[in-house]
């Protein structure tokens, strides 16, 4: 009683569709690491009364993209509290437009607003300058937040308090170590709205690799940063209190975090002393099956699925990304690793390598269908992202970019290329999605996952978002979802309001026409599962994928020999062999 109030709103924007509609569902896939991060920081400031005694801290957190904003409740609030704040948190690129129509909305009304998130501190570290876009919302007076917010927070939160938050708050040469930090936290109404229950969390930042289109190793370092286990044990029992056991672990590249085994083991105990089912998603490189027990703790661990930044299968094209820890000579060993515990694998794979054409890409993935044992691939466009080496270059040299932060979804060309116009990259990226999921294809993966002890269900959940998302929402399965929702009044400002007679019966045509069409594959892809399940002979399955390698055939895929690079790599290999005494590729 007595206290003064001071309002919090923690808002992780969503970006607009190619029709300027607000990307949006029932329930997006995707949960939101920089959102919990905020929310378990604010928390802690709250419940330490850290501006006060007097003033307690009233926090609520929204993800746009399964939750409409609601823009008049939040000012009424903060309006009636007479002290408040917006925080606009994890802004990527494409984010930025949309947050910044966000705040627009807050600061006509006199609300203070603060942004943070990969755009601004990706710009602010790696550029001579403030960009356009962050000096118009500079303009606006919304205040510029670059680096990590962990002990940093309650200076923002101060100074929002005493109605002067500072132009810009700059702490990309001071990032926090992570021990004993608070950890990720978001209550269960807003995890709920996750397609599978699903928390997120960083166990580590940082990648010690050097890849120029990345954006993480600018704005989180090279130098790995990591949580202990007992703040992962903490974090986990926390999120298990309200049933929560499912994890998406967001470190870029888990491999190295330095405290991977340390945590590992830590995760180990809680499934099997203390029986929680944990089941986790991790990321990690091409090379981490080089990692003494590292696949065989993941599973133990409760891995289920496996992000790996396979990129592309051209040597030339990865060398040209600074990617050189990939060796496609590896890349069937490590699929074949992961397999063999029965562990999905997903693999990002960029389009618009400077080796790149319609008919290469055509042909490579070809190569993976035949020869690569990996289950789901998300294609991307090569994109000059902010706060990216790439993106510094281009800005640098003054070569034409695309001005739009909207298309930064790394589904839009952004810039030219030496062998393909914009519309034949455009055309092939859409094109490559209906290469690589054809329905024989999908069946032969859920052959392979017969074989492998891969859980055919999660398998067939994935393909049927990965094989439809781009056809039937125009937008990339990771940022899909279980029912789009649109709403008249969320369209991008500057385009025309469509009249709710119109938008209405052509909304629910569409949603019905695109169910039809969802209930189809699925129908599909759950007869195959049947029928591989009952197929006696089902274990027996075998291809050139799965074949383990050192067969003597690993010299003659097209994998190792279609490409110049893949033969130099083949030369220095046996070169390696004749010096070594050894015999075989691998």
């Known amino acids: 009683m007595g206290d003064r109030r001071f309002v919090v709103e923690l808002i992780k924007p969503s970006h607009y569709d190619d029709d300027g509609y607000v990307i949006q569902w029932w329930k997006s896939w995707i949960p939101s690491n920089s959102l919990a991060c905020l929310y378990g920081i604010a928390m802690d400031l709250a419940r330490r009364r850290a501006l006060g005694p007097d003033v307690a801290i009233e926090i609520r957190a929204y993800d746009e993209c399964h939750t409409i904003i609601p823009v008049r409740r939040i000012i009424g609030r903060i309006k009636r509290a007479g002290a408040g704040v917006v925080c606009l948190v994890g802004v990527q690129s494409n984010q930025f437009p949309r947050a910044m129509d966000l705040a627009a909305r807050f600061?006509?009304?006199?609300?203070?607003?603060?942004?943070?998130?990969?755009?601004?501190?990706?710009?602010?570290?790696?550029?001579?300058?403030?960009?356009?876009?962050?000096?118009?919302?500079?303009?606006?007076?919304?205040?510029?937040?670059?680096?990590?917010?962990?002990?940093?927070?309650?200076?923002?939160?101060?100074?929002?308090?005493?109605?002067?938050?500072?132009?810009?708050?700059?702490?990309?040469?001071?990032?926090?170590?992570?021990?004993?930090?608070?950890?990720?936290?978001?209550?269960?109404?807003?995890?709920?709205?996750?397609?599978?229950?699903?928390?997120?969390?960083?166990?580590?930042?940082?990648?010690?690799?050097?890849?120029?289109?990345?954006?993480?190793?600018?704005?989180?370092?090279?130098?790995?940063?990591?949580?202990?286990?007992?703040?992962?044990?903490?974090?986990?029992?926390?999120?298990?209190?309200?049933?929560?056991?499912?994890?998406?672990?967001?470190?870029?590249?888990?491999?190295?975090?330095?405290?991977?085994?340390?945590?590992?083991?830590?995760?180990?105990?809680?499934?099997?002393?203390?029986?929680?089912?944990?089941?986790?998603?991790i990321q990690v490189d091409t090379l981490c099956h080089k990692i003494e027990n590292f696949i065989a703790k993941a599973k133990r661990a409760g891995v289920t699925r496996v992000f790996i930044g396979l990129e592309n299968i051209n040597p030339d094209n990865l060398t040209a990304a600074k990617k050189r820890q990939n060796k496609i000579t590896e890349y069937r060993k490590m699929l074949l690793a992961w397999k063999a515990q029965g562990i999905i694998t997903l693999a990002g794979y960029i389009l618009g390598f400077p080796a790149d054409t319609p008919d290469s890409i055509r042909r490579d993935i070809a190569i993976i269908q035949r020869e690569l044992p990996l289950d789901i691939i998300e294609f991307f466009c090569l994109t000059p992202l902010p706060g990216s080496e790439d993106h510094q270059i281009l800005w640098k040299k003054g070569v034409p970019m695309e001005p739009e932060l909207n298309a930064y979804d790394v589904e839009h060309v952004c810039t030219a290329h030496a062998k393909m116009s914009k519309a034949e990259w455009e055309a092939i990226y859409r094109e490559a999605w209906s290469l690589y999921y054809t329905p024989e294809h999908m069946k032969t993966l859920l052959r392979r996952a017969a074989v492998t002890s891969v859980p055919m269900h999660s398998l067939l959940k994935l393909l049927v978002s990965f094989a439809t998302m781009v056809r039937l929402e125009s937008v990339h399965p990771l940022q899909s979802g279980v029912l789009r929702l649109k709403h008249p009044s969320e369209r991008r400002p500057g385009l025309p309001r469509e009249r709710v007679w119109v938008f209405w019966p052509r909304f629910v045509w569409e949603t019905l026409y695109k169910h039809v069409i969802l209930a189809g594959v699925i129908a599909r892809l759950f007869v195959a599962r049947i029928s591989i399940a009952c197929d006696p002979h089902a274990r027996a399955y075998m291809d050139r994928a799965l074949a383990p390698v050192g067969d003597g055939d690993d010299a003659t895929l097209d994998l190792l020999t279609k490409t110049v690079g893949a033969s130099a790599a083949i030369a220095h290999i046996r070169k390696v062999a004749e010096l070594t005494g050894a015999s075989r590729l691998n």
């Open 107 to 281: 600061r006509e009304a006199g609300i203070q607003v603060a942004v943070g998130g990969f755009h601004v501190s990706g710009c602010l570290a790696m550029l001579p300058e403030l960009p356009p876009d962050l000096e118009a919302a500079r303009r606006l007076g919304v205040s510029l937040f670059a680096g990590e917010a962990e002990r940093r927070l309650v200076k923002v939160f101060t100074d929002a308090l005493a109605g002067r938050l500072e132009p810009i708050y700059n702490h990309m040469d001071d990032l926090p170590a992570l021990q004993q930090q608070v950890t990720p936290f978001l209550p269960l109404d807003i995890v709920r709205r996750y397609g599978e229950t699903i928390g997120a969390f960083d166990a580590g930042r940082g990648c010690p690799f050097q890849c120029s289109f990345c954006t993480i190793i600018n704005v989180q370092g090279r130098k790995s940063r990591y949580r202990s286990a007992d703040d992962v044990e903490h974090l986990v029992r926390l999120n298990w209190g309200q049933g929560i056991h499912k994890f998406f672990i967001t470190d870029d590249n888990f491999a190295r975090n330095e405290e991977w085994e340390a945590i590992f083991d830590r995760l180990i105990d809680l499934r099997e002393k203390d029986r929680i089912p944990l089941g986790l998603m």
